[in-house]
T-cell receptor, first 113, second 112 residues
Framework: SQQGEEDPQALSIQEGENATMNCSYK?????LQWYRQNSGRGLVHLIL?????REKHSGRLRVTLDTSKKSSSLLITASRAADTASYFC?????????????FGTGTQLKVEL | DGGITQSPKYLFRKEGQNVTLSCEQN?????MYWYRQDPGQGLRLIYY???????QKGDIAEGYSVSREKKESFPLTVTSAQKNPTAFYLC???????????FGQGTRLTVV
């Protein structure tokens, strides 16, 4: 089963606006990561936040993590048409067999000119 | 160039045949992963491996098999037992538990 569920499933905004995507998960985690996927391609890592961190920034990206609510959000500020892609959260959980990295269902972001 | 390479990019298979997808990394990463992605869907974990000669089932392992004989290689076999194998398959690797994963460009498998 999917560890993460993302909301909304699809988001359409105008260039220059901010985009916010949310991720909820079910079990305890060691870290939460966000990835971007352009159509038909592999995923590209955006940002990682550890379970003992609450907020992290990278350029136009801001990620928050609330472990008590088992949720995270990704904010993209001043969006550009080139930000159009699918965005996935992924939870990292250390198990007996290693680091299990499980992905959510994704948010499709469309940034219009 | 350092990275993770999947081959082939496109693969066609007849029903009832096994097929093996290749994944190689030269990043010296310990962990490797296989995911399946269906159209418009998220990634579902098939198998993952932390060290050589050891691997764990993910959420949808039925009908798939893997091996990890070398650190840099983690091939995935889609067996005839997999009822609906047509999908986009992604391989990834990571260094340690709290670091990012690097992805290959994927293999699109079609059963004809």
């Amino acid at each position: 089963s999917q560890q993460g569920e993302e909301d909304p499933q699809a988001l359409s905004i105008q260039e220059g606006e901010n985009a916010t995507m949310n991720c909820s998960y079910k079990t305890s985690i060691n870290n939460l990561q966000w990835y971007r996927q352009n159509s038909g391609r592999g995923l590209v890592h955006l940002i990682l936040i550890r379970s003992n961190e609450r907020e992290k920034h990278s350029g136009r990206l801001r990620v928050t993590l609330d472990t008590s609510k088992k949720s995270s959000s990704l904010l993209i500020t001043a969006s550009r048409a080139a930000d159009t892609a699918s965005y996935f959260c992924a939870t990292g959980r250390i198990t007996g067999g290693g680091n299990k990295l499980t992905f959510g269902t994704g948010t499709q972001l469309k940034v219009e000119l | 160039d350092g990275g993770i390479t999947q081959s082939p990019k496109y693969l066609f298979r007849k029903e009832g045949q096994n097929v093996t997808l290749s994944c190689e990394q030269n990043l010296n990463h310990d962990a490797m992963y296989w995911y399946r992605q269906d159209p418009g869907q998220g990634l579902r974990l098939i198998y993952y491996s932390q060290i050589v000669n050891d691997f764990q089932k993910g959420d949808i392992a039925e009908g798939y098999s893997v091996s990890r004989e070398k650190k840099e290689s983690f091939p995935l076999t889609v067996t005839s037992a997999q009822k609906n194998p047509t999908a986009f398959y992604l391989c990834a690797s990571s260094n340690t538990a709290n670091t990012e994963a690097f992805f290959g460009q994927g293999t699109r498998l079609t059963v004809v």
